[in-house]
């Protein structure tokens, strides 16, 4: 049963009374999904827990994953105890996207790419006595939810569990449900049992089998929350050790109870998602409910729209790889499925106007309407591309259907139709439509191998950047270590390698190491991590990088160049301050270019990523076209003449609100406290950072863009050299001018015009060598007509002319084929070794059977080479340049073999 107020009118009500829903056998009160999020972390707040935002999608310092793809997924390190977090309480609603079931999106009720997962977290604090009443009190007392209607499912063996529900005011003890797979369990390491709590919809949800009951695959029992209880290790044997500081790790699906407070019964008709369904609705002029086809497209269109805005706004863009891939994939699913309902042209930065009406008064989400436009750029530019590769995949899968008919097969090879999902963005759905259409369908089992493969490969790689593997550091006083930058000495706390600690380090040996006190610059916000040696009384040791761990604390990724090192040394210090001097110049300048760019290219740019390293800089910031070389010239000079200001660079902490209304600019990719690092040129540029940086900007030096290019829709990189770089940069370009003059024997200012005379008269020797060209082909082009033989009534021109490319030989072909009627013309040609042939046929000679293309891939293959084409027009090359008289004998050959 359904709730059929108007969806407008629900929003209205929400914000005049409690409105109360009548929902089959059940009444609930109505909560909009952002007031119930606020609820849920209010009630976790009143009880003692560290209300935080959302983490990015982006995971930070997890190569292993792709994307966030559950609430608890941030605070891994927490959980397994390698790591301290800020509060032993927390609570997040946390961003999350899976793909793993795309196909099921808008086909059940329940399944989304993206989705927000209400959590409550528990580290080492509280348990089980906490969890169960704390999850009873928020679903029967907040939000009122029915307790005759609250079923839960235990392990069988956690009598613990148990009494405590039955303890729970107006609990059903007869509504416990044990089951085996209530285990949370992913091979050695942390576990325990779980509990999920379900609502009972009511019979008409239900599958009418006597049978059903919780745990059933209809929609009568929905699981609305999942408290799962840490409190085994698991050894390597098999072996289950209780831990000594048990955790708490829950989940609340926030679309799946609205929609129970909604009294919707699919997610996708709470009022986060269905003002999305309403507008693919009203882009196609379809009505939703009216057609289930049509009504699994439309909920697609709505959740992949909001997916996508969201991945955009967390800094994901449309690529070939990794999470751009998954991007990529989903916005053109969305597509694909607005072609299902007739939309024909681009429609989905409208979809991104829906999700932000959705979102846009919730702090978690204020970059959706701060990037709004620059999100419907980048989905409108992908929209574009996409119609461009559609066409050019199209032509590929028709090539591919004309040769399943000609083989007489009927099924599409799996590894053609992934190359067209690889290549082309094709999803396999559109290849199989399209060959359903054309009485043929897909290999879906060679499809799946081939995309389990590519999976593989992916998640290899992200496994092996995890260069030195953090281990369990739950032993070790983080808090009393120091960042002191006058430091020059220190002692060994801690060393490991590939995620174990060890006791000491020998020749050639890589390993991270944490030091007592440290004056190194932890990478972060762009920059590299500073460098250095250290020294102790037995081994010198060089430091590559430092890194922060998620509580701060620095660990240097280290290299032993001779003799050995073991925990407890004493180190002396020496960081590489030309280095770190050299990233404070490039850094600072980084700033000083964002400022410019603003100024000249315009306040559109913003920083969508950034690289500082001693040797250079690389800013990719938001733009829709490439800067022009006057703006480049120009953006360069500004930044020379700040830097020839000698403007001392102020640095200081202030509130972040504070700083954010002075103007100051957050950098991409970074998080900040209450409290910020405030990095200002006077009158130029205000940034939040914590990097490194010059204390005046006469220090950068100078400052030289050497490249400008585009890296992803709507997004622009500019590199940048200063200080010593820029100029040996500057010398090397002097040299260059130097020796150019001398080889023109002319002046350094005179060398324009002597290169502009060099290149007047090379145009004009290169217009003679052409009319030479042109008449030496004309004179074989009327030889090789006078020689043309007839087969079939089709005449023949086969012959070698003169030509010193492919474009020339074409050219000639064009010109013999026009003089025939009704004819075919083979040529080839040799140049610097190498064999050039074509063939072009008239559509009279295709219609008596001659194939281009196969006339040239038998010719070829003469001359050691390869090629084909169309039926009219063909063209190849070879390597054997002494078969071409041959190959042309089996021309002629194949040409009669045709029309016979």
Not at 460 to 482: C, G, H, M, W, Y
Not at 491 to 508: E, P, S, T
Not at 634 to 642: H, K, M
């Amino acid at each position: 049963m359904r709730w059929e107020i108007d969806f407008a009118e629900v929003i209205l009500y929400n914000y005049v009374v409690s409105l109360t829903i009548k929902w089959g056998s059940m009444s609930v009160k109505y909560i909009s999904g952002n007031e119930l999020r606020e609820k849920y972390l209010q009630f976790f707040e009143s009880k003692g827990h560290l209300r935080l935002g959302s983490a990015s999608l982006i995971p930070e310092n997890d190569p292993t994953l792709l994307m966030i793809g559950a609430g608890m997924a941030p605070f891994k390190p927490f959980f397994t105890g390698k790591m301290k977090p800020p509060r032993t309480r927390i609570t997040t609603s946390q961003r999350c996207v899976r793909t793993g079931d795309i196909e099921n999106v808008g086909r059940t009720a329940r399944h989304q790419t993206y989705f927000e997962m209400l959590g409550n977290f528990s580290f080492g604090d509280y348990f089980k006595q906490e969890a169960i009443p704390w999850a009873w009190e928020f679903l029967t007392e907040v939000v009122e939810l029915p307790k005759e209607k609250l079923w839960v499912t235990i392990y069988p063996k956690d009598d613990e569990a148990a009494e405590i529900w039955k303890a729970q005011p107006g609990f059903n003890p007869e509504h416990i449900v044990k089951l085996d797979d209530n285990f949370w369990e992913i091979g050695p390491g942390p576990c325990g049992p779980d509990s999920e709590i379900y609502i009972d919809l009511g019979e008409e949800r239900g599958c009418g089998e006597p049978t059903c009951s919780v745990g059933c695959d209809c929609d009568r029992y929905l699981e609305i929350w999942n408290l799962v209880f840490t409190q085994y290790d698991r050894t390597e044997d098999g072996k289950y050790v209780p831990l000594a500081h048990k955790n708490i790790d829950t989940g609340c699906g926030l679309e799946r109870l609205a929609s129970v407070l909604q009294g919707k019964p699919t997610n996708f008709e709470t009022d986060l998602l269905y003002p999305i369904v309403e507008y693919a609705a009203q882009a196609s002029g379809v009505r939703y409910g009216e057609d289930k086809v049509k009504d699994v497209s439309m909920k697609v269109i709505a959740d992949h729209a909001r997916s996508m805005a969201i991945m955009i706004m967390d800094g994901i863009l449309p690529s070939n790889e990794g999470r751009g891939y998954v991007l990529r994939r989903i916005l053109r699913r969305a597509i694909r499925h607005g072609r299902t309902l007739g939309i024909t042209g681009k429609f989905l930065t409208g979809a991104v106007d829906a999700v932000v009406k959705i979102y846009g008064g919730v702090d978690d989400f204020a970059d959706l309407v701060l990037k709004q436009d620059y999100i419907k750029k980048v989905i409108s530019l992908e929209e574009d591309r996409f119609h461009i590769t559609l066409a050019q995949g199209m032509e590929l899968l028709n090539t591919q259907l004309d040769e399943l008919r000609k083989a007489g097969k009927q099924v599409l090879d799996g590894e053609a139709g992934f190359r067209l999902y690889d290549t082309f963005g094709f999803p396999w759905e559109l290849t199989d439509e399209i060959l359903h259409e054309n009485g043929f369908s897909l290999d879906k089992e060679g499809f799946d191998q081939a995309m389990q493969a590519q999976r593989e490969r992916a998640r290899a790689a992200r496994q092996s950047n995890q260069r030195v593997a953090i281990p369990d550091l739950r032993e070790l006083d983080t808090k009393a270590f120091r960042l002191d930058p006058a430091a020059t000495e220190a002692q060994v706390m801690c060393i490991w390698q590939d995620g174990k600690m060890v006791q000491k380090l020998h020749d050639g040996e890589e390993a991270g190491i944490i030091l007592d006190v440290t004056p190194f610059y932890a990478e972060g916000g762009g920059q590299i991590g500073d460098a250095g040696l250290l020294t102790s009384e037995l081994g010198r040791i060089q430091v590559a990088n430092a890194k922060k761990l998620p509580d701060g604390t620095v660990y240097h990724i280290a290299y032993v160049e001779e003799g050995m090192l073991k925990v407890g040394d004493t180190v002396k210090i020496a960081v590489d301050q030309d280095k770190k001097l050299a990233s404070a110049r490039n850094h600072t300048a980084t700033h000083l270019l964002q400022a410019a760019l603003k100024r000249v290219v315009g306040e559109q740019v913003n920083q969508a990523g950034s690289s500082v390293t001693p040797e250079r800089l690389r800013f990719d910031f938001s733009n829709f076209e490439p800067v022009t070389p006057q703006q480049l010239a120009d953006v360069e000079a500004l930044v020379n003449q700040i830097i020839l200001k000698g403007q001392d660079v102020n640095i200081r902490q202030m509130k972040q609100a504070e700083a954010r209304a002075a103007g100051a600019m957050a950098l991409f990719g970074e998080k900040y406290g209450d409290v910020v690092r405030v990095v200002s040129v006077p009158g130029f540029s205000m940034e939040l950072c914590g990097g490194s940086h010059v204390a005046n900007v006469g220090q950068i030096g100078m400052f030289k863009i050497i490249s400008e290019t585009g890296v992803a829709a709507g997004v622009r990189r500019i590199e940048a050299i200063t200080g010593q770089a820029a100029l040996s940069y500057a010398q090397e370009k002097m040299q260059l001018l130097e020796a150019a003059a001398a080889s023109l024997k002319c002046r350094e200012e005179d060398v324009l015009p002597h290169l502009d005379s060099l290149l007047a008269d090379y145009k004009s020797l290169q217009e003679k060598i052409s009319k030479t060209n042109a008449a030496q082909a004309r004179e074989d082009a009327d030889k090789l007509l006078a020689a043309a033989k007839t087969y079939g009534g089709v005449q023949a021109v086969v012959g070698v002319v003169t030509a010193p490319d492919m474009d020339e030989l074409r050219s000639i072909a064009d010109m013999i084929c026009d003089k025939l009627a009704d004819g075919v013309v083979v040529l080839a040609a040799v140049h610097e070794g190498k064999v050039s042939l074509v063939a072009k046929a008239s559509q009279e000679a295709v219609a008596k059977g001659v194939h281009a293309g196969k006339l040239i891939k038998e010719t070829a293959r003469l001359v050691g080479g390869g090629g084909g084409g169309r039926p009219d027009m063909a063209q190849a090359g070879g390597k054997q340049p002494d078969k071409v008289e041959a190959a042309l004998t089996r021309a002629e050959a194949v040409i009669q073999e045709q029309l016979k």
